[in-house]
RNA sequence: GGAGAGGUGGCAGAGUGGUCGAAUGUACCUGACUCGAAAUCAGGCGUAGGCGCAAGUCUACCGAGGGUUCGAAUCCCUCCCUCUCCGCCA
């Protein structure tokens, strides 16, 4: 959420920053709401303020055994008025509510301008893909050839875009969990918590997935969404906190399962694990001090990228553009691994930083040395996504006859295996 | 799931219709005393928002939402949460 000073200050210009990003503001909606929010507002507290004067009167004089019938005639007729005016105040406040929270965050200025994907600035490369001699398999080939990736029997428990993983490749699965859990926790200094998978709409609505998408979300009785992302449990530990200046920055570091529903995915990656209604992911998330979140942006993106770097998988650093970044980012790098089957680097971490627009939502602040109470800034990135990072081993990582051999720093997760096979 | 108790400021805790944004204690900040500290004394000390150049002033908030009333922390309704006992359960 955007704080409605700016936009009382400067409509226009914020709404040519929002622009960059495919969101036009509507702007005399906005100017005409403030308008008769004054108004009303003004209005009303006069009436309140009266009306409290009156009944305080009222009280003393009651105290004092005398009679206040003159002043409750006087207050009667507010009555009315005040009521019908606090009706009016109240709806325009929840419009001007919802329009806030529909509106994007500001990209930085360090953003590059563009449309789409393909706009998004490379940053660096590292790594090299590997020379094959022979015809590289994709991973769903890898899988059920081995016996261990069956989608037809997901198919059957579940439906589509679920997936079902045996033996050796279940294992990996899991090793890859603890790998990147045990790296951050151990050499980072990221604090490891486990949160719930399912969450109010008050959380979701704190991080943006809420009002505006929650076609993405599944939703179970009770008023629970699945979290689409470690993200929203994990940032919502500080909603309504008013943190010390020296406990900052937090550093969490999460293990869940993701859902998602992508509607209007259709038709994108159905082959394989790609894109799953469940995954996991390994979820970094930085609470942090206003003037340090850039910094924190990099170390935390320096992180994701180390996780990639242990397993020798090349990857490349893309920032996106301004009309490619999520609702609710300031600042956004993808991180991309070299899909050999796909001949294509494809997403496996997002790092943002969200600024105060997250905090904002979730009244997360710290208290100055000042006293004052400030908006601290949330960041959050895939350290990584697992589902997507066993893709990524299976398909770099395989022989001609099939076999895929295990990287170094994940045999001691899997008793010392060098090779699935 | 059943029965009972309860949710008030950082914490503890009073307040059951009127001058209550809320006594008191404690924690914290400032000042005095002191060479310094402790103790003591004095003052300050919640959050969000409106109007205003400012000083300031007004409004809302006692788990959440509604209602009754001139007036609600206090009465009524709905929901959420916590605790105790019983049952069930990984």
């Avoid at 006069?46 to 019938?69: F, H, P, T």
């Avoid at 009521?83 to 009016?88: G, T």
């Avoid at 601290?376 to 895929?404: K, M, P, Y």
Wanted: charged share 25%; proline share 4%; net charge negative.
């Amino acid at each position: 959420m955007l704080d409605i000073q700016t936009l009382r200050n400067d409509i226009q210009g914020a709404a040519k920053r929002l622009e960059s990003r495919k969101f036009s503001l509507d702007v005399a909606f906005f100017q005409g709401l403030e308008a008769e929010r004054k108004t009303v507002q003004t209005r009303t507290q006069e009436l309140q303020a009266r009306r409290n004067a009156a009944s305080k009167a009222i009280g003393m004089k009651k105290a004092k055994g005398e009679d206040a019938s003159d002043i409750l005639a006087e207050v009667a007729s507010l009555g009315d008025e005040l009521k019908e005016n606090e009706a009016r105040l109240d709806e325009i406040q929840g419009k001007l509510q919802a329009f806030l929270l529909s509106i994007p965050n500001f990209p930085h200025d360090s953003v590059p301008f563009g449309q789409s994907e393909a706009d998004n600035v490379e940053v660096r490369r590292w790594g090299q893909p590997k020379h094959r001699d022979f015809e590289v398999k994709d991973h769903v080939a890898l899988g059920e050839g081995l016996s261990m990736l069956d989608f037809e029997t997901a198919v059957k428990i579940s439906g589509a875009r679920f997936s079902l993983m045996k033996g050796e490749i279940a294992r990996l699965h899991r090793a890859l969990g603890q790998f990147m859990l045990d790296l951050h926790t151990s050499e980072h200094g990221y604090v490891e918590v486990y949160v719930p998978y399912m969450v109010n709409a008050e959380s979701l609505r704190g991080t943006g997935q809420l009002p505006k998408f929650e076609e993405d979300l599944f939703s179970v009785s009770n008023g629970y969404y699945l979290i689409p992302t470690a993200e929203v449990p994990v940032t919502n530990i500080v909603r309504d906190e008013i943190l010390s200046p020296e406990s900052l920055p937090i550093k969490y570091v999460a293990h869940t399962p993701c859902f998602r529903s992508e509607a209007g995915s259709y038709g994108r990656d159905v082959r394989g694990m790609i894109r799953q209604h469940q995954f996991d992911k390994v979820e970094l998330v930085q609470i942090v001090h206003p003037e340090k979140s850039y910094e924190a942006l990099d170390s935390l993106l320096g992180h994701a990228e180390e996780v990639l770097r242990r397993l020798d998988l090349p990857y490349r650093v893309v920032s996106l553009c301004s009309g490619d970044m999520g609702f609710s980012a300031a600042k956004t790098y993808d991180i991309e691994v070299w899909l050999p089957a796909q001949k294509a680097y494809r997403e496996i971490s997002s790092c943002s930083n969200f600024e105060a627009f997250q905090a904002r939502r979730m009244q997360a602040r710290y208290k100055t040395e000042s006293g004052r109470n400030e908006l601290v800034h949330t960041l959050n990135g895939s350290g990584l996504a697992v589902g997507r990072t066993l893709v990524a081993i299976l398909e770099n990582n395989q022989e001609a006859d099939g076999s895929v051999i295990i990287p170094e720093v994940l045999r001691p997760y899997m008793g010392g295996m060098e090779k699935i096979a």
